[in-house]
């Protein structure tokens, strides 16, 4: 079983719509969790970060985290073109591991006009 | 204020010789970390360091690959003798604390003739 399993897409929307991005973890006592994205050829870009269950808003961007079903999302609204890239989920796992990150394979997104 | 810089961005060697890939983290982090990203495969933990310490080497192969953070000057990732197999782009990330947001270099994309 993947530490960090994510859909690979490419998940493709139109310009406006939401964006979905779904990932689940298999270590309970992870403790932090972050969504990166990556533009082809780029590093990844820190998007969000989400700590404790519920959701976090930051414009556009939704982060949820459900910590008993081992499950976080991050939603685009009014999603652009430009947002079109790869969605890295990325999970630091606590204990003997913290401060590593581990990442999900990613989510290609495409947003089309 | 400075991100966290990476040189060189991009390094070509020669199977058998040895590579240097430096990394100055963000103003005020003194967390470290260097991940690995082969061709069409995810992000991978190599090591994490602070200052004059290894704290996780965990993803770090056991032979050839060397790390360091000294007191002054930036972080080094260490290859020698590289292979062909050892061609990615290597990210550097640092931050605040242990488990903080961590923010990515601009990468070293190493290829190994």
């Known amino acids: 079983q993947k530490e960090v399993e994510q859909n690979s897409g490419p998940l493709s929307v139109p310009e406006g719509a939401i964006a979905s991005l779904n990932c689940t973890y298999s270590d309970r006592v992870s403790q932090s969790f972050f969504w990166y994205r990556q533009y082809s050829g780029k590093s990844p870009e820190l998007i969000m970060s989400?700590?404790?269950?519920g959701d976090k808003e930051d414009g556009r961007f939704t982060a949820q985290l459900n910590k008993a079903s081992q499950y976080v999302s991050l939603l685009i609204r009014d999603s652009q073109p430009s947002d079109s890239a790869t969605y890295l989920c990325a999970v630091n796992a606590g204990g003997t591991s913290y401060g590593k990150l581990t990442f999900g394979q990613g989510t290609i997104l495409t947003v089309h006009p | 204020n400075a991100g966290v810089m990476q040189n060189p961005r991009h390094l070509v060697r020669r199977r058998g010789q040895e590579a240097r890939l430096r990394c100055s983290p963000m103003?005020?982090?003194?967390?470290v970390y260097w991940y690995r990203q082969l061709p069409e495969e995810g992000l991978k933990f190599m090591v994490y360091?602070?200052?004059?310490?290894?704290?996780?080497e965990s993803g770090m192969p056991k032979e050839r690959f060397s790390a360091e953070f000294p007191k002054e000057g930036p972080s080094i990732l260490r290859i020698q003798q590289v292979v062909r197999g050892d061609s990615a782009a290597y990210f550097c990330?640092?931050?605040?604390?242990?488990?903080?947001?961590?923010?990515f270099g601009p990468g070293t994309r190493l290829t190994v003739l």
């Open positions: 989400i700590y404790s269950n």
């Open positions: 990330a640092s931050s605040l604390t242990a488990g903080d947001e961590q923010f």
């Open positions: 103003k005020g982090h003194s967390h």
């Open positions: 360091l602070q200052k004059e310490n290894i704290i996780d």
